[in-house]
């Protein structure tokens, strides 16, 4: 079947529920639904009742456009007296807004869409895939180009290459790099169960007592005086520059790591250098080079972000920061720049899942078919480097979420198929290694 193409636009709408919709009308086939901005022209119009003042529009609407087709939405029951005026009460469901536009869309074009074309969950997940899969080779991209730099990201979590044939499958693209030393930033808690008091705890860390805070308050402290900030920490020297979004240490991952698993109190002096001091810090960075030896090589300098980011998982080990309500989707407000980041196992998938649409970290563990620690991490690192909170926009209540359908009359190859792929329903992960992490 050709693809049709139908003109919509918007009364009422914000720009993040734009954003939201669009989203969704980029999964539907075969109909393309192309969103103008001159309602005049569009063969559909939607119109948000709840937004301020748009009772007056609405009216006009009707009345100098009675033969327009109009989808209203909002909270409250709302009757349509007009056979080409809809309504659909929120929050959304994805299904029943497919079938409402595809019911539209029969009246506009006089023909008939296939309930097939309703987009379902698997099909939802293997976008999520595709999209992971294009982050996952655009990282084996630039560590071919640069394999020196790619080994040097972190010393301790170091992207090693698993030797597999060319054609792998989308749905493992979370396996395709390998982390060394994954415990490092995930740790090895088991998934817990969040209706239990006692093991919804330790699923939690407390920043305020770990390194995480003391390196973002030298963040903050050279964003505010614009130059740059030394940090003595026991015995050890890291430079924070906000302006070239740098951070230099005299000491590297080996060090700073084992720093990031121990309280601390009181132990950090902070220094603004005047702006001459730039100029000296080049040579005492050039001077530390030249003392390290290849054997003995290690990370002195990072982006902010990407110190910031590794800092956090080590401090996190696969944990949340307390105070977050695990039980509220939460959201990724843009995709990060993972090849430029410490590496997380299944990152590229957990990225495209809440950034499609927000979701519980639970959930997303399990709609993955993965260990909650890897969301946990991933959410965490996230949220100190700007990218990702619990959800509290009205955006996010737009559309209901979706949980996957169980299907009762599965064969032993559909279940065994289901696992390999790590998208079996009900899927349970026992790790051999039970014990937590202290």
Request: glycine share 4%; net charge positive.
């Given at each position: 079947m050709n693809i049709e193409t139908i003109t919509i636009s918007f009364i009422g709408v914000d720009e993040r529920s734009k954003s939201a919709y669009q989203l969704f009308f980029e999964n539907i086939k075969p109909v393309r639904y192309e969103i103008i901005d001159d309602y005049k022209k569009a063969q559909l119009c939607l119109i948000d009742k709840d937004s301020y003042n748009i009772q007056q529009q609405y009216e006009e609407l009707i009345h100098n456009y009675p033969e327009k087709y109009i989808l209203v939405l909002s909270?409250?029951?709302?009757?349509?007296?007009?056979?080409?005026?809809?309504?659909?009460?929120?929050?959304?469901?994805?299904?029943?807004?497919?079938?409402?536009?595809?019911?539209?869309?029969?009246?506009?074009?006089?023909?008939?869409?296939?309930?097939?074309?309703?987009?379902?969950?698997?099909?939802?997940?293997?976008?999520?895939?595709?999209?992971?899969?294009?982050?996952?080779?655009?990282?084996?991209?630039?560590?071919?180009?640069?394999?020196?730099?790619?080994?040097?990201?972190?010393?301790?979590?170091t992207v090693v290459s698993i030797k597999k044939t060319p054609k792998v499958s989308t749905s493992n693209a979370g396996k395709l790099l390998k982390v060394e030393h994954e415990e490092y930033i995930v740790?090895?808690?088991?998934?817990?169960?969040?209706?239990?008091?006692?093991q919804l705890k330790k699923a939690f860390y407390t920043p305020n007592t770990l390194l995480q805070p003391i390196m973002e308050q030298a963040c903050i402290k050279s964003q505010q005086c614009g130059e740059i900030v030394q940090l003595n920490f026991l015995n050890n020297i890291f430079y924070f520059d906000f302006k070239?979004?740098?951070?230099?240490?005299?000491?590297?991952?080996?060090?700073?790591?084992?720093?990031?698993?121990?309280?601390?109190?009181?132990?950090?002096?902070?220094?603004?250098?005047?702006?001459?001091?730039?100029?000296?810090?080049?040579v005492i960075l050039e001077a530390s080079k030249n003392k390290t030896t290849k054997k003995a090589k290690e990370k002195h300098s990072w982006s902010m972000e990407a110190f910031m980011w590794v800092i956090?998982?080590?401090?996190?080990?696969?944990?949340?920061?307390?105070?977050?309500?695990?039980?509220?989707?939460?959201?990724?407000?843009?995709?990060?720049?993972?090849?430029?980041?410490?590496?997380?196992?299944?990152?590229?998938?957990?990225?495209?899942?809440?950034?499609?649409?927000?979701?519980?970290?639970?959930?997303?563990?399990?709609?993955?078919?993965?260990?909650?620690?890897?969301?946990?991490?991933?959410?965490?690192?996230?949220?100190?480097?700007?990218?990702?909170?619990?959800?509290?926009?009205?955006v996010d209540k737009l559309f209901v979420t979706e949980h996957p359908k169980q299907h009762k009359n599965k064969s032993i190859m559909t279940k065994l198929l289901g696992k390999l792929a790590n998208f079996s329903g009900n899927t349970v992960i026992n790790d051999i290694t039970n014990s937590a992490d202290k």
């Open positions: 909270i409250v029951e709302h009757s349509c007296t007009q056979d080409n005026v809809f309504f659909l009460q929120k929050p959304i469901k994805r299904d029943a807004l497919q079938k409402l536009l595809n019911k539209i869309y029969g009246f506009i074009s006089g023909k008939t869409v296939n309930s097939s074309s309703i987009p379902t969950n698997s099909q939802i997940k293997k976008t999520v895939e595709k999209i992971s899969q294009k982050y996952i080779k655009k990282s084996d991209d630039v560590k071919h180009k640069d394999p020196v730099k790619s080994t040097e990201m972190v010393i301790h979590n740790g090895k808690r088991s998934d817990i169960d969040i209706n239990n008091s006692a070239e979004q740098k951070v230099h240490s005299s000491v590297g991952p080996a060090v700073i790591r084992p720093l990031c698993i121990v309280h601390h109190e009181n132990q950090a002096s902070y220094e603004v250098k005047p702006s001459s001091f730039r100029n000296d810090l080049n956090t998982l080590w401090c996190s080990r696969g944990r949340v920061p307390q105070g977050c309500d695990i039980t509220q989707p939460v959201y990724l407000k843009q995709w990060p720049n993972l090849t430029r980041l410490a590496p997380i196992p299944h990152a590229a998938r957990i990225a495209a899942l809440i950034y499609d649409q927000p979701r519980t970290l639970t959930d997303a563990a399990e709609q993955l078919g993965i260990e909650q620690r890897y969301v946990f991490a991933f959410f965490s690192a996230c949220k100190t480097i700007g990218l990702s909170d619990v959800s509290r926009r009205d």
